[in-house]
Structures are given as C-alpha cells and as structure tokens.
C-alpha cells in the first residue's frame, strides 16, 4: 500500500505559524493526507546553562519547550481536523533552508506569510521568500483571515505552455473546496493577450467536470492584478518559473504578491 505523501507546516509556535497550522490541518483533511508539523531549533549546541549547579545545557532547557510547543500545535491541529494522522519533528538549523529539505517528501509546504521566525513586517519574511523560491514542490503562504469563506480559488497563468503544473493544483483545490475558479491572465506590455488558452483549459474541465470555470483577462501589472483577485479569493495560485538564478528576488510578480496579498498564496514549481 502506498503511504500518502504529508502535507509539511512550519511553526514556531507564534501566532502567525499557529494559522498555517490550522489551514494545513483543514487541507489535509480536505485532500485525506497525513499531517507533518516540523519546528526548527535555531540555537547553537551545547550552551552551558546559567546556573552553575545545573548539567542542563541551553539548547536542552530550549528543547524541551519546543518540544511542549510541538505538542500543544498538534493537539491544536488535531482539534481542526480529528481524522487527520498528525506527527511532529523537531529539527535545528537555518530555518529557510531546513524547512526545504524537509518538504523533500511532501506535496505541500505550508508557512506563514512572515515566515518561521515571526518578522513583524509588512510583506514576506526572509525565509517565506526562501522557500518559495528553492522548494520543489508547492508552497502555500498563509495571510488567512479567520471565518472568512469566499468560495473562490484563482489562478494566474503567464502563458499556456508553461501552465499545466499550476492549473493542476489550481483545479484541485477548487475541487476539494468546491469553489469556483477564475483562471487570470494580466496582459501588459510584457504579457501580451492570450489567444490559444481555450484548448487547454477545456482538458482540465474535462478532468475536474464539477469545478465552475471562468477566463478572464485584465489589463495590468500582473503583480498587481493578481494581489486584487486575494482580496475575494480563499486561494490565489501562481507558479514560479526558475532560471539560472532561484531568487524570489529576481520574480517581481511573486515579489509583489508575497508582500501584498490579502489571504493565502499557493507558488507553484513550474514543470
């Protein structure tokens, strides 16, 4: 029997990470995959402790409240999603970088939008930033207003040959949601209209037959025209196309809607 592959959040028991965790204990119930909460440890080894009578070290006395962390953000996402298979790690290191390797296995990475860490900033964390640029499978940022539900998913596409990886994640979110979903192209002076969408599309209703689709193309920066569509979206998807130079940086589209996005972005590896 196959084991399916986990959803993996970060946390590092702030109120921001503690968000992510409960919409990643909701999607793996929603998609009937099990649950990794992983907490990175960024202290250095083998401190002494500041009692001089003590063999405890700091990284020990850190430890063990990580680990009690751990467990209360378990039981919490258990309380979001009871049939869920929940674990937990504790792990140490950079946290941008360890939380890369340990969504290896995953189908999806999830985090808050201020990263693991908690920068209290406006836009995306340095380690938000990190992951969804060199993660290899999709990475949602959670900015997740509670009780808000609009039941709708959107979509940027840049082109239609390069589309398949995020229309895929795209449709099935929709489908386990059973929201409707808007397929978005922003058409500037680098992104001109798009002309043979309607084929590809058609392949992707025809496999999710129950998901309410809509095309629509705007005129606009699509940074900006895709920051708009978070507003009234539980969801907004866009891929990341990698070249040379993996830097969340050199995206300005992506840039702009980690930094501005109203609700939750899914960065999707491009094929």
Do not use: K
Not at 170 to 191: G, K, P, Q, W
Not at 219 to 232: K, M, S
């Amino acid at each position: 029997m196959t084991t399916a592959m986990p959803i993996v959040v970060g946390t590092d028991g702030s109120g921001e990470s503690l968000r992510a965790v409960e919409w990643a204990a909701a999607e793996a119930a929603r998609r009937s995959q099990p649950l990794r909460i992983v907490l990175v440890m960024a202290v250095p080894a083998h401190v002494p402790a500041a009692t001089d009578d003590s063999p405890v070290t700091l990284d020990e006395l850190m430890s063990s409240m990580y680990r009690q962390s751990l467990a209360d953000t378990a039981e919490r996402a258990s309380q979001v999603a009871p049939g869920v298979t929940i674990t937990t790690e504790l792990l140490t290191g950079s946290p941008g970088s360890t939380l890369t390797s340990a969504s290896e296995t995953a189908s999806l990475l999830v985090v808050g939008a201020f990263g693991v860490g908690g920068y209290g900033q406006p836009g995306a964390g340095p380690d938000t930033r990190y992951v969804t640029a060199h993660v290899s499978c999709p990475v949602a940022v959670i900015r997740a207003p509670r009780g808000v539900d609009h039941g709708e998913v959107a979509v940027g596409v840049r082109t239609a040959a390069d589309a398949d990886a995020t229309l895929g994640f795209a449709f099935e979110e929709a489908a386990h949601r059973r929201a409707r979903l808007t397929v978005v192209h922003a058409c500037d002076e680098h992104n001109p209209p798009l002309h043979d969408f309607a084929g590809r599309l058609s392949t992707w209703q025809e496999l999710f037959p129950h998901v309410t689709v809509r095309y629509q193309q705007v005129e606009g920066r699509p940074g900006r025209v895709l920051t708009d569509y978070t507003v009234f979206s539980d969801v907004t998807v866009v891929g990341r196309h990698d070249g040379p130079n993996r830097s969340i940086g050199h995206g300005s589209t992506l840039r702009s809607l980690l930094n501005h996005a109203q609700a939750t972005v899914v960065v999707v590896p491009s094929d």
